[in-house]
């Protein structure tokens, strides 16, 4: 028999928390028996909430914390003052390995910030990345980064790709995920220093990554990669860009959809078909990023997520503690490692000043 999974659980981050964060415990504990909660906030409130949802009161135990972070904390703030709020003990737990993964739905730099001071960065890797997936034409797509490093160099770059492939692995499903990196042209005499010295070493590389080379920004929706591998500041803007267009296309949709007797008659006639986009489309779905890079599986919930949604984080964070995910990635890490050392000692040998 598996042994239960115990997830620990900012309490109180998120807009709607801790009510969604409790209903979502409960839609989550009621698809999947084998997971444990410890979850961490206020005490009174949390027990009041709990009482009125039998399955998820059974799975959780309640750990008091007397702060909070807000969502509008400086990262280095909630590092100062919240040691003792409900964010910082979820990832302590982790830390300390009573649980085996910490989701919250609260502010995202501090929970950047407090998780990479507290779990630490894994052997091989010099910088954490938020990594998620969403939908394409061509099935699902991982993006990293999304946000956590505005600026990267050619070996940040190398290290997400190898994040990034194991990801896509696991969370998508796919034995042999591709994975290319964000430019500005697929030629491979376009883009910056950085693009262009990592794409260099992908390709040379014996590590298990099919690297397709460059990809552009309409590459994204097309799913013409599995994996796209971008730094932060990038990254952020093209996944910001994408979930704008999709509201304005819903936007008209509805404007031209009910502003004639005609329109009215074609939205009746087509409502299977939309309601089908609705539900490929629906962010509740891809809810849930992952801080790779860290020694721990922490998962970072939207802010302003339903109970849906924030059962899909916790559902996400349970499905990469269950395949071993941080192992994986240690093992792929080594033979980069290996694979750096190799080239440098060329150089050397060559006299080519590393």
């Known amino acids: 028999?598996?042994?239960?999974?115990?997830?620990?659980?900012?309490?109180?981050?998120?807009?709607?928390?801790?009510?969604?964060?409790?209903?979502?415990?409960?839609?989550?504990?009621?698809?999947?028996?084998?997971?444990?909660?410890?979850?961490?906030?206020?005490?009174?409130?949390?027990?009041?909430?709990?009482?009125?949802?039998?399955?998820?009161?059974?799975?959780?135990?309640i750990r008091h914390a007397p702060d909070m972070v807000s969502m509008d904390d400086k990262p280095t703030t909630a590092l100062r003052s919240g040691k003792r709020s409900s964010m910082r003990l979820a990832i302590d737990a982790v830390k300390s390995k009573e649980a085996s993964a910490v989701v919250s739905a609260g502010n995202t730099g501090a929970l950047m910030a407090m998780a990479t001071i507290a779990l630490k960065m894994m052997p091989g890797i010099s910088r954490p990345a938020?990594?998620?997936?969403?939908?394409?034409?061509?099935?699902?797509?991982?993006?990293?980064?999304?946000?956590?490093?505005?600026?990267?160099?050619?070996?940040?770059?190398?290290?997400?790709?190898?994040m990034g492939e194991v990801f896509a692995r696991y969370e998508l499903d796919i034995d042999h995920p591709s994975v290319a990196i964000l430019n500005v042209g697929v030629e491979g005499l376009k883009g910056n220093v950085a693009v262009k010295e990592a794409a260099a070493i992908l390709q040379k590389s014996t590590l298990p990554v099919k690297f397709a080379g460059f990809v552009e920004g309409d590459d994204i929706g097309k799913g013409t990669v599995d994996v796209i591998v971008t730094d932060g500041f990038t990254g952020n803007i093209a996944?910001?860009?994408?979930?704008?267009t999709s509201k304005l296309i819903t936007f008209f949709l509805k404007k031209f959809l009910s502003e004639s007797w005609m329109g009215k008659i074609g939205a009746l006639i087509a409502r299977p078909a939309l309601t089908r986009l609705r539900s490929h489309f629906d962010p509740r779905r891809y809810n849930g990023a992952m801080l790779v890079g860290l020694n721990g599986i922490c998962v970072k919930s939207h802010g302003g997520t339903d109970a849906i949604g924030f059962a899909h984080a916790i559902e996400a964070g349970v499905k990469l503690v269950e395949q071993n995910f941080n192992e994986v990635i240690k093992q792929d890490l080594i033979k980069l490692t290996d694979v750096r050392e190799n080239?440098?000692?060329?150089?050397?040998?060559?006299?080519?000043?590393?």
């Open 130 to 162: 938020i990594v998620t997936s969403f939908p394409t034409q061509n099935g699902d797509c991982v993006m990293l980064d999304l946000g956590a490093n505005i600026e990267c160099n050619a070996n940040n770059l190398v290290q997400f790709a190898v």
């Open 239 to 244: 996944l910001k860009t994408a979930e704008g």
């Open 1 to 61: 028999m598996v042994s239960p999974v115990t997830v620990s659980i900012d309490g109180m981050g998120g807009d709607d928390a801790p009510e969604m964060i409790i209903e979502g415990i409960e839609l989550a504990c009621k698809k999947n028996k084998n997971i444990n909660f410890l979850i961490f906030g206020d005490e009174t409130i949390l027990s009041d909430l709990l009482t009125r949802h039998p399955n998820a009161q059974e799975v959780c135990e």
């Open 343 to 354: 080239k440098n000692l060329e150089s050397n040998e060559n006299g080519i000043l590393n």
